[in-house]
């Protein structure tokens, strides 16, 4: 059973930092592509950035430079690093295994908020 655990969500003022983990079960989690997306208030999630087992990672447009996706294979963990936050970068942030599917769906966690004040 795949279970995904985000954390280190909050409030933070724009301009400010946080980082989020993922804590990751029931998958060869070091073969597998880990991604972060986000949903805004009233938007569709949106994905946000991209590892592979090997560490290579992608970003969309609107955070790279300012985020930073990383992974511990030994710990089934994956993180997100956000800097420079702005107010838009405000949503309920996920991770999830790219590669697989439930029900046609990839699978959720119950997701970390991140509010960023202006």
């Known amino acids: 059973q795949v279970q995904l655990v985000e954390s280190g969500g909050g409030l933070v003022q724009a301009g400010g930092s946080l980082r989020l983990s993922c804590e990751v079960s029931?998958?060869?989690?070091?073969?597998?592509?880990m991604g972060w997306y986000r949903q805004a208030p009233g938007k569709q999630r949106e994905s946000v950035a991209e590892?592979?087992?090997?560490?290579?990672?992608t970003y969309a447009d609107a955070v790279r430079g300012r985020f930073t996706i990383s992974r511990d294979n030994a710990k089934n963990t994956v993180y997100l690093q956000l800097d420079s936050l702005k107010p838009e970068d405000t949503g309920v942030y996920y991770c999830?295994?790219?590669?697989?599917?439930?029900?046609?769906?990839?699978?959720w966690g119950q997701g970390t908020q991140v509010t960023v004040s202006s």
């Open positions: 999830t295994p790219i590669g697989l599917r439930i029900n046609g769906d990839h699978y």
């Open positions: 029931g998958i060869i989690f070091s073969i597998n592509v």
């Open positions: 590892i592979t087992g090997r560490g290579r990672t």
